[in-house]
């Protein structure tokens, strides 16, 4: 059983983006940067996340507690989190930690542990290592980080914006002022409901596992950041919108996506190796016989669950009169942007 490990950085101002990955070979089943879930939370869960806050790495401190347990509260009886202080792990640890555990000047950090699942990594244990940059804060600054250490505990990614600017727990410190959150915000709470439980969070279709093999986003749906004039991409939000740029095609589905698989660059019959084979059009992950990208990848834009979704209630998808509008709220503050 394959067991990676990934770090989600700390409140640490555009310093520490950086995740440690695992090298990996390529094969359809081993797409990176799947959703890192815990098994807990799906529906055959008990719900029951344990936690102990490691008195053997030295004092506890008074906000890691009350951190995580708004979190509890606001989340309902779907999340319980449980905790404890000594020194037995449980099923995530809170302790203190050093620069080495999470880069230098980082104010904290979150290690997962996971192994491979259908379509999502299972996460096995999480660390968060509270840094010696963690005790100047301020108090308030304090609750903050505690509690955005737990949102990667639970799933959510870094917003690599200043906190108030990102509108999230899950934004970095700024240096001057007070914390605009010491605590989730209903944004956030929602995004770790829909992310722990549903497969298909954000409603276009494509399931966790595709959207990672394809590299969009699983929390986002429409093209975000996409103004008229951008050069020709694909959006990073919705796999099937392959054409994502100019009134025409941009958050729709058509005859546009269609082509981009033969024009400009020809990616029919491609597969990986030397060629213009380009993950982001195989729709239909990998391919049972011959070229990766084949028919079926194209299908895909039309037809199965991916061409009547969610986001359209059921709706085909290709063609349809509406463009993909309602961006979930939540979706629009955790999913990552593609680079362009
Ligand atoms: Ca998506
Ligand atoms: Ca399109
Ligand atoms: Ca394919
Ligand atoms: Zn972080």
């Known amino acids: 059983m394959r067991v990676a490990t990934s770090l989600a950085c700390g409140l640490l101002v555009l310093v520490c983006l950086a995740r440690s990955e695992f090298a990996t070979a390529f094969h359809p089943n081993d797409a990176l940067e799947l959703a890192l879930k815990w098994e807990d939370f799906l529906p055959s869960g008990d719900r029951h996340l344990m936690y102990n806050l490691n008195s053997c790495s030295g004092a506890v401190s008074p906000q890691w507690g009350p951190a995580v347990e708004d979190w509890d509260s606001l989340l309902g009886s779907n999340f319980e989190f449980d905790g404890e202080t000594g020194c037995t792990p449980r099923d995530a640890t809170l302790q203190w930690g050093s620069y080495t555990n999470c880069g230098a000047g980082a104010y904290a950090c979150t290690h997962t542990l996971s192994t491979l699942a259908t379509n999502y990594r299972k996460i096995t244990h999480a660390d968060i290592y509270f840094t010696p940059n963690y005790p100047p804060l301020t108090i308030p600054w304090k609750t903050a980080n505690s509690a955005h250490e737990w949102g990667h505990v639970i799933g959510l990614e870094d917003d690599t914006s200043a906190q108030c600017g990102a509108q999230s727990i899950m934004g970095q410190i700024e240096l001057v002022g007070d914390p605009c959150y010491t605590s989730p915000n209903a944004a956030d709470v929602s995004s770790v409901q829909c992310y722990n439980v549903n497969s298909d969070c954000d409603g276009d279709g494509y399931n966790d596992w595709m ?3 394809v590299g969009t986003s699983n929390r986002a749906r429409c093209q975000p950041g996409d103004t008229p004039g951008d050069t020709p991409k694909p959006s990073g939000g919705w796999p099937s919108d ?12 058509n005859i546009a996506d269609l082509g981009s698989f033969i024009v400009p660059v020809r990616r029919i019959g491609t597969s990986p190796g030397p060629t213009n ?9 990998g391919s049972p016989f011959g070229a990766y990208i084949n028919l079926q990848d194209m299908a895909t834009i039309i037809a199965g669950p991916t061409g009547f979704p969610p986001m359209f209630n059921g709706a085909r998808a290709f063609g349809h009169a509406n463009p993909c509008t309602a961006h979930p709220l939540y ?9 362009p």
């Open 211 to 213: 959207e990672s093999f």
């Open 242 to 253: 392959l054409s994502a740029n100019g009134d025409f095609s941009r958050d729709r589905a």
């Open 277 to 285: 084979y380009d993950a982001r059009w195989d729709l239909f992950p």
């Open 331 to 339: 979706l629009d503050l955790h999913g990552y942007v593609r680079p």
